[in-house]
């Protein structure tokens, strides 16, 4: 069974920086793409940035690009989310996502038809 645990958010002033960390465990195969949605009151959940292991690429949402750095530590079995020059509409619950089949990112989709999630951090971005 898959698990992801996330943690790192917070209140932050807008252009501050926060480091969410997402701890997973349970992974059975080597292929699969895991990242990190978003859902702000009142919108949908959208797809961040997430990162295939089977590509060996990232993907990233215009609106971050440039302010969030997605990374992985293989040792600690942990995905970050560095965020960076942090916006008032960056304000969100941050899911931390799994998909492992290794299908999960296409360029055109972004991140898609994630199986596992974790239950989420909130960030929020003050004016």
């Known amino acids: 069974e898959v698990q992801l645990v996330e943690s790192g958010g917070g209140l932050v002033q807008a252009g501050g920086s926060l480091r969410l960390s997402c701890a997973a465990s349970g992974f059975t195969s080597d292929d699969y793409v895991i990242g990190w949605f978003r859902q702000a009151p009142g919108k949908e959940r959208e797809g961040v940035s997430c990162i295939s292991s089977m590509l060996g690429s990232t993907y990233y949402i215009d609106s971050v690009k440039g302010r969030f750095t997605i990374s992985s530590d293989n040792a600690k079995n942990t995905v970050y989310l560095q965020m960076n020059s942090l916006k008032p509409e960056d304000t969100a619950v941050y899911y931390c996502?799994?998909?492992?089949?290794?299908?999960?990112?296409?360029?055109?989709?972004?991140?898609?038809?994630?199986?596992?999630w974790g239950k989420g951090t909130l960030v929020t971005v003050s004016s």
């Open positions: 996502a799994a998909e492992v089949s290794g299908f999960g990112l296409d360029y055109g989709l972004g991140c898609y038809g994630m199986d596992y």
